[in-house]
């Protein structure tokens, strides 16, 4: 079985990555008001974000959505 995914276009990029970049380009507060969670709001930090996004499913496609619509523009 082949581990490549060619039309998945997260294939590769971890949760922290995305996270890190959507950091970098949105800062918390205006990532805070795109997504609306309070590890976003209230004293963010990368560690307690990706803890609640690895638990919390509809967080994570949330974080994943946004990330992929800053990638293709």
Known sequence: MS???PGNPLHGVTLERM???LVAD???AELGRLID???FNND???KSS???LRKTEWARKQ???LYLI???G
Do not use: A, H, M, N
């Open 3 to 5: 581990d490549k995914q």
């Open 19 to 21: 996270l890190g970049e």
């Open 26 to 28: 949105y800062g918390w």
């Open 37 to 39: 969670i309070r590890c």
């Open 44 to 46: 963010p930090s990368i």
């Open 50 to 52: 990706l803890k609640f």
């Open 63 to 65: 974080v994943e959505e």
């Open 70 to 72: 800053k990638k293709t």
